[in-house]
T-cell receptor, first 116, second 109 residues
Framework: GAVVSQHPSWVICKSGTSVKIECRSL??????MFWYRQFPKQSLMLMAT?????????EQGVEKDKFLINHASLTLSTLTVTSAHPEDSSFYIC????????????FGSGTQLSVL | GENVEQHPSTLSVQEGDSAVIKCTYS??????FPWYKQELGKRPQLIID?????GEKKDQRIAVTLNKTAKHFSLHITETQPEDSAVYFC????????FGAGTTVTVRA
């Protein structure tokens, strides 16, 4: 099946710094990438949808100036958490839909962000 | 937008017994209903999915049923094994995928 590679798998940063998370589709082209956030023992909440060549679409309540999304190519989407604060500590995970059916999602391995 | 409710939040079963998780959705336009299994700190893994033109689907010990009229869908795991212990999420898609809150399943040996 298709593979989405996500890096880093975990990161610890100081409050006020920025962190970039990368997701790459390894053997298929991902024109769309979904970015989710998952707090401990909670569900996956969609933050934004990135589309190659256009601006990302953010869900209600998600600050687009804080969570910068760039879909630079058909195989790379990045999420940058700017001026991170402890409340941004969470598990961030990307996913791309199956290009044939646009239904099944292929998830990255996730990034555990801890902001001190 | 779509609202998916999932019950129960936790489920403990004896090894060999069956486990059933139920979900409801709000948007009648939703047409795709996947189920994911997630182990701690890992990515969700698709275990089975069903489309709105199908009422039931089975894959070995796992089955999913869909009642479009009632907007219900359920996951059934038979002959549970300790490795089935995980968090299970249902989801429904109208124009985007919305997830249920999750069910923590514990299979007691």
């Amino acid at each position: 099946g298709a593979v989405v590679s996500q890096h880093p798998s975990w990161v610890i940063c100081k409050s006020g710094t920025s962190v970039k998370i990368e997701c790459r589709s390894l053997d298929f082209q991902a024109t769309t990438m979904f970015w989710y956030r998952q707090f401990p023992k909670q569900s996956l909440m969609l933050m934004a949808t990135s589309n190659e060549g256009s601006k990302a679409t953010y869900e209600q309540g998600v600050e687009k100036d804080k969570f910068l999304i760039n879909h630079a190519s058909l195989t790379l989407s990045t999420l940058t958490v700017t001026s991170a604060h402890p409340e941004d500590s969470s598990f961030y995970i990307c996913s791309a839909p199956d290009s044939a059916t646009n239904e099944k999602l292929f998830f990255g391995s996730g990034t555990q962000l801890s902001v001190l | 937008g779509e609202n998916v409710e999932q019950h129960p939040s936790t489920l403990s079963v004896q090894e060999g017994d069956s486990a059933v998780i139920k979900c409801t959705y709000s948007d009648s336009a939703s047409n795709y209903f996947p189920w994911y299994k997630q182990e701690l700190g890992k990515r969700p893994q698709l275990i089975i999915d069903i489309r709105s033109n199908v009422g039931e689907k089975k894959d070995q010990r796992i089955a999913v049923t869909l009642n479009k009229t009632a907007k219900h869908f359920s996951l059934h795991i038979t002959e549970t094994q300790p490795e089935d212990s995980a968090v299970y999420f249902c989801a429904a898609r109208d124009y985007k995928l919305s997830f249920g809150a999750g069910t923590t399943v514990t299979v007691r040996a």
